[in-house]
């Protein structure tokens, strides 16, 4: 039932070189995951050696990590807007991988039968309204002028056509809040505490 088309695959190119902006494959998504991951173990040492089911816990931590990059938050374990979209979430898991969906899949001349694909995937078309309330709470807090806080973000911020774009890099190059000493002839730029070379993310030299 999915489009993969030209569009997904556009889409895609766009999603994986933006979430590698926001921290995908470096180490800063590694440290959003070990902070879940702490999150994580106190939730465990809360329930003071209680034998528990750990699955519902495990999918709230991963859907943590997930909108930290998407939304650029995260949710309590007992938030019910967290408890209740993983429920709507598993149960369009499971209508995608049942009959009627895998029949449509094959068919997709079945999808002009009226009201037959709003009835075999109510649950993805609730997903779908979670998503859109989120999105919605996200698209206030926007600010175009500022860069993206989240990959959300990154997807409002779309530049008509025909633009022409000029890279402001004096300002990277010279960014007091990433450079120690931006001015000045400063090696230790480059260096880490043992004297080895590093490669600041920031750094961005001419023709790049």
Sequence with gaps: LAPYGPEWREQRRFSVSTLRNFGLGKKSLEDWVTKEANHLCDAFTAQA???INPNPMLNKSTCNVIASLIFARRFEYEDPFLIRMLKVLEQSLTEVSGLIPEV????????????????ALQGQKSFI????????????????????R????????????GTILLP???????????????????????????GHFVKPEAFMPFSA
């Design 150 to 161: 989240n990959l959300t973000d990154a997807f409002l911020a779309e530049i008509e056509k």
């Design 104 to 119: 449509l899949n094959a068919f997709p001349i079945l999808l002009r039968i009226p009201r037959l694909a709003d009835k």
């Design 168 to 194: 402001n890099m004096s300002s990277m190059l010279k960014d007091e809040s990433v450079w120690e000493k931006p001015l000045r002839f400063h090696p230790e730029h480059f260096l880490d505490a043992q």
């Design 129 to 148: 309204a979670i998503l859109d309330n989120l999105l919605t709470e996200n698209r206030t807090t926007w600010d175009p002028v500022q860069a993206p």
């Design 49 to 51: 050696g209680q034998p």
